[in-house]
């Protein structure tokens, strides 16, 4: 029959199990909260035993860290060491990787900076965790990472050298000499923490094989697989730090995790030579591939500069019914405007990225105020799942989804803000000025350049946050849905404060006299002229330049201030 309770817990339904014992989420009748409960049975109940058992959770009780599981109570009771612990709500590493796939570079780095710092702690306390795994380290709903279960745990004043206490752990995390029935050490978790990297950045370990003994043999012959023979992606300074956490001899590791996450966190000016054992030599890089990348990036810049000016060229065209002879534009034209429309949007780029780096260097200087600060920053860094330092709370789906909903919605409120300023932009004045055209006019030079300042602003953001995200979990096949729409979102807001720009600062035209009526002169051919007349059925008028109708006069207006709420005006 299941247990229901045990002592005064009420056993709610039970969440996880190993060689130890199993975790409960129980009802803790003093707390009054769901907590998790690990039963630890003890069949001999001699104290000496029980003693022996709770002397781990003692040890884990001192520990208060935010990425180390606290410990809220230990007890024996009906022939179990029960310990009482924080219930996370959320999944573990190796749930999400077998979900989504293997992490991106930033993600893994993100999560195992995390995992050095609770096991800094750890040490600090005397205690070794010596079971580090995907499975044990959670990741919670609100993006905290947790390291959990220390019932491998084995403290580093234990001097009692029974073998059995030897072989605890996964052996597939487990460091080479712990093979050869020597004491876990931090040097232990080290290794530990670097086939964590290994395993999230690829999926797989690296040292596999299919029985304890094959694993103790490669271990032996220095025998393991890289992750360069998986991806090509992962920097150079990574593939170090991770060959270094991965040593075969411990005295060769990363003596501390202090020591790893200062290289996991500093880019180092140069790094060590690595062997052949460590690192397979990397043929050198022909001069000639800097060149063809330069080259390459100016191409696609001019590229993207004639585009944005043929796009606005067109958009003119349409506006001012620009059509056969009097559509003129060529290649040398799509890239003077186009060129032209760029400082605008760049200015707001600059001023938004001086901003960031302005907060970003008043978040470094809150990270060296006194320990109750730095820790209020830390609180901080793990609520808010946008904050530079956070892992990102669920996979790339939900991620993509909730940014390209949030792009959206942004949309959407550009439209709802700037509606007549939009509806100006795509309303051709061929069938006549509307009261919509006045604000295009100077006067409300204003509007326009909040509207310019608030999607190039949007338009950088949404750019930073696909390439966050992107370089954090990858790029793979699986879930490019969203990320393909958000990023041709992107392009879409890039774009509209480029294309307009034109239409609002080339609208003053050459005034002319047709008639009786007040025109403008919108383009002139070889032999005929493009007008404008506000008061004419339809707007446009081509006449002939000898025309004895026509007299062009020495004057210039703006054409949208000729429209604020009645064509009259021009007259």
């Known amino acids: ?261 200062h290289d996991l966190t500093k880019r180092p000016r140069s790094l060590p030579r690595a062997t052949p054992a460590s690192q397979p030599d990397v043929p050198a890089r022909h001069p000639s591939s800097g060149v063809k990348l330069v080259a390459g990036i100016a191409a696609a810049a001019l590229a993207a500069v004639g585009g944005v000016g043929f796009m606005a060229c067109k958009a003119y065209e349409v506006m001012f019914g620009l059509t056969g002879e009097f559509a003129d534009d060529g290649l040398a034209d799509w890239m003077i405007i186009g060129l032209r429309t760029l400082p605008l949007p760049v200015f707001y780029a600059v001023m938004a990225v001086t901003a960031f780096v302005g907060l970003r260097f008043a978040w470094r200087v809150l990270s060296g105020l006194p320990p109750i600060a730095n820790r209020w920053k830390d609180s901080a860094v793990t609520r808010l799942p946008g904050a530079p330092a956070g892992p990102g709370v669920f996979d790339r789906t939900t991620l993509g989804t909730g940014l390209l909903l949030a792009q959206v919605v942004a949309l959407a409120s550009v439209y709802w803000r700037f509606h007549d300023l939009i509806t100006a932009f795509s309303t051709p004045i061929v069938d006549g000025l509307t009261g919509t055209h006045a604000r295009l006019a100077p006067a409300n030079e204003g509007e326009w350049l909040w509207y310019c300042g608030v999607t190039s602003i949007l338009a950088l953001a949404a750019a930073a946050a696909w390439a966050r995200l992107l370089g954090r979990t990858g790029i793979r096949g699986e879930g490019l849905a969203a990320p393909a729409a958000g990023l041709a979102l992107t392009v879409v807001m890039a774009l509209m404060p480029l294309i307009p720009w034109r239409l609002v600062q080339q609208s003053t035209f050459q005034l002319a006299q047709f008639e009786s009526e007040r025109c403008f002169v919108l383009s002139q051919g070889a032999s005929r002229v493009l007008l404008h007349c506000p008061g004419h059925a339809p707007g446009n008028v081509v006449v002939g330049r000898q025309d004895a109708r026509l007299r062009v006069l020495d004057l210039q207006r703006n054409i949208f201030a000729s429209a604020p709420a009645s064509a009259q005006e021009v007259r």
């Open 1 to 261: 029959m299941p247990m229901t309770r045990w002592g005064d817990f009420e056993l709610r339904r039970q969440i996880g199990r190993g060689g130890f014992g199993k975790v409960f989420c129980a009802f803790h009748p003093t707390l009054r909260q769901e907590v998790a409960l690990k039963l630890i049975p003890v069949p001999s109940g001699s104290q000496h035993d029980i003693e022996k058992v709770l002397e781990e959770p003692r040890r884990l009780a001192s520990v208060r860290h935010q990425h180390v599981v606290v410990v809220h109570d230990a007890r024996y009771s009906e022939g179990h060491v029960g310990i009482c612990m924080e219930l996370i709500r959320g999944e573990s590493l190796a749930q999400i990787v077998a979900r989504s796939g293997a992490f991106g570079v930033d993600e893994t780095v993100s999560c195992c900076k995390r995992v050095c710092r609770a096991l800094a702690a750890i040490h600090r306390a005397g205690l070794v965790h010596n079971d580090v795994k995907a499975e044990n380290v959670m990741r919670e709903d609100g993006g905290r990472v947790v390291l959990m279960d220390f019932g491998a745990g084995r403290s580093l004043r234990d001097d009692d050298p029974a073998a059995g206490l030897h072989f605890l752990g996964t052996p597939s995390y487990m460091a080479p000499e712990l093979f050869d029935l020597r004491d876990p050490a931090p040097t232990s978790d080290i290794y530990s923490v670097g086939v964590l990297m290994f395993y999230l950045l690829t999926g797989r370990f690296p040292v596999e094989s299919r029985s304890l003994a094959l694993l103790g043999e490669a271990h032996a012959n220095g025998t393991r697989l890289r992750v360069t023979d998986f991806r090509d992606d992962v920097p150079a300074r990574l593939v170090h730090v991770l060959d270094r956490a991965l040593e075969r001899r411990p005295e060769d590791r990363y003596q501390t995790p202090g020591e790893l996450l």
